[in-house]
T-cell receptor, first 117, second 115 residues
Framework: DAGVIQSPRHEVTEMGQEVTLRCKPISGHNSLFWYRQTMMRGLELLIYFNNNVPIDDSGMPEDRFSAKMPNASFSTLKIQPSEPRDSAVYFC???????????????FGPGTRLTVT | GENVGLHLPTLSVQEGDNSIINCAYSNSASDYFIWYKQESGKGPQFIIDIRSNMDKRQGQRVTVLLNKTVKHLSLQIAATQPGDSAVYFCAENRGSGGSNYKLTFGKGTLLTVNP
């Protein structure tokens, strides 16, 4: 079975440019997460969707960041305009939130390494 | 503030030895814990999880121990192999009710297995 798919795997862009990261969650999963990983701050949750609806975006750094999930099989994370401090690895993860509501394991994609110069 | 932290940032073992990676957590309300393995250039990979109503859980070559009294979590890897070399993260679920999806990750321990 295919895991979480992310594209592109690497992105190098200049400051001020728009960046769009893409994610396809595992089929059948109903929860999707965007994380950012840096050496200084580790893994940080940016936003969480459940059944395509954003539930918690408190981790989104600022208005330059936005995320959408138009359907159950696709999500985007957009940075506009990008800045050098946005350089990081961005991970998408998905999980199946059970009817009992308890937490379950999250499956991560391979990540997108973003470099903003 | 409350953090999930690791006692040892690096661990070096010989192939075939058993490895123990430790994790301390500070939120006594956390009720779900996961260990992830992250190899260079890859995303975190789920290894094993444990809920707070258990104190031990075993998988293939791995065992997770949970000591709620001292808020300590450990991952034991039996007969460590070179392929086990990676960064290992513990993560805790602190949320309750509507926020029970949130995982808070520790900073990770780098495990190096020497042949």
């Amino acid at each position: 079975d295919a895991g979480v798919i992310q594209s592109p795997r690497h992105e190098v862009t200049e400051m001020g440019q728009e960046v769009t990261l893409r994610c396809k969650p595992i089929s059948g999963h109903n929860s999707l997460f965007w994380y950012r990983q840096t050496m200084m701050r580790g893994l940080e949750l940016l936003i969480y969707f459940n059944n395509n609806v954003p539930i918690d975006d408190s981790g989104m750094p600022e208005d330059r960041f936005s995320a959408k999930m138009p359907n159950a099989s696709f999500s985007t994370l957009k940075i506009q305009p990008s800045e050098p401090r946005d350089s990081a690895v961005y991970f998408c993860a998905s999980s199946l939130k059970g009817s009992g509501g308890g937490p379950n394991e999250q499956y991560f994609g391979p990540g997108t390494r973003l470099t903003v110069t | 503030g409350e953090n999930v932290g690791l006692h040892l940032p690096t661990l070096s073992v010989q192939e075939g030895d058993n490895s123990i990676i430790n994790c301390a957590y500070s939120n006594s309300a956390s009720d779900y814990f996961i260990w992830y393995k992250q190899e260079s250039g890859k995303g975190p990979q789920f290894i094993i999880d444990i809920r707070s109503n258990m104190d031990k859980r075993q998988g293939q070559r791995v065992t997770v121990l949970l000591n709620k009294t001292v808020k300590h979590l450990s991952l034991q890897i039996a007969a460590t192999q070179p392929g086990d070399s990676a960064v290992y993260f513990c993560a805790e679920n602190r949320g309750s009710g509507g926020s029970n999806y949130k995982l808070t990750f520790g900073k990770g321990t780098l495990l190096t297995v020497n042949p």
